[in-house]
Every structure is written in structure tokens, then in C-alpha cells.
Nanobody
Framework: QVQLVESGGGLVQAGGSLRLSCVTSGRILIGYTLAWFRQAPGKEREFVAVISWTGGRTYYADSVKGRFTISRDNAKNTVYLQMNSLKPEDTAVFYC????????????????WGQGTQVTVSS
């Protein structure tokens, strides 16, 4: 079975930074796209960022473009989300996901999900 485990969440002041990590284990997900989604209190889960298998293609939600950076290390089976200039509206549970479809932003295209890590940004 495939498992995705996120870490790195926490409480940070507005303007601060956090780096999320997500380690995949179990079956090696060769060729899989990895992505981050988030769900704020009272809202639906939304797309944040996606990275292709080679790392050569990335795409971001407009709300995080220029502040967040997604990257991956396939040798470590890990995807990262560097979050800078955090805002209170970034407060959410962040989830990583893995899917076979190329660089998709649709939640339904993702086969495997982590349990999430809480990010809280205080004003």
C-alpha cells in the first residue's frame, strides 16, 4: 500500500515561513505527479501547487504564486512546499497527493492522499 505522510506544519506569524514535507512509502510511485492541496476552516479543499515527475513542470494557484515553491526529491520519495510571506488566509490543513495523470490540478485525478498537516498563521 502507498502511504503519504506530511510534516512541517505549525503556528507562524504573518510574514513568516514554513517548509512542508511529504514522504511517500510503500509502492514506488514512478512517474507520478505530486501536489499540495489545502482546506481552510469552513471551506472546500482547494488546489495549491503541483509538480511533475521530473520536476520540470510546476503550477501554482494564483493565491500562492510568488510566495510558495513546490519541489521534489525522487531519491528521497519526498515532495516539499516552501511557504514564504505567509498570510492569515493561508491558515488551513495542507494535504499532499499523488496521481498518475500529468500535472493535473483536479482532486479527483489523485489516487493517494496524506492525512494532512495543520498550518496556522497568526496576524
Amino acid at each position: 500500500q502507498v502511504q503519504l505522510v506530511e510534516s512541517g506544519g505549525g503556528l507562524v506569524q504573518a510574514g513568516g515561513s514554513l517548509r512542508l514535507s511529504c514522504v511517500t512509502s510503500g509502492r514506488i510511485l514512478i512517474g507520478y505527479t505530486l501536489a499540495w492541496f489545502r482546506q481552510a476552516p469552513g471551506k472546500e479543499r482547494e488546489f495549491v501547487a503541483v509538480i511533475s515527475w521530473t520536476g520540470g513542470r510546476t503550477y501554482y494557484a494564483d493565491s500562492v504564486k510568488g510566495r510558495f515553491t513546490i519541489s521534489r526529491d525522487n531519491a528521497k520519495n519526498t515532495v516539499y512546499l516552501q511557504m514564504n510571506s505567509l498570510k492569515p488566509e493561508d491558515t488551513a490543513v495542507f494535504y499532499c497527493a499523488a496521481g498518475a495523470r500529468y500535472s493535473t490540478t483536479l482532486q479527483s485525478d489523485y489516487d493517494y492522499w496524506g492525512q494532512g498537516t495543520q498550518v496556522t498563521v497568526s496576524s
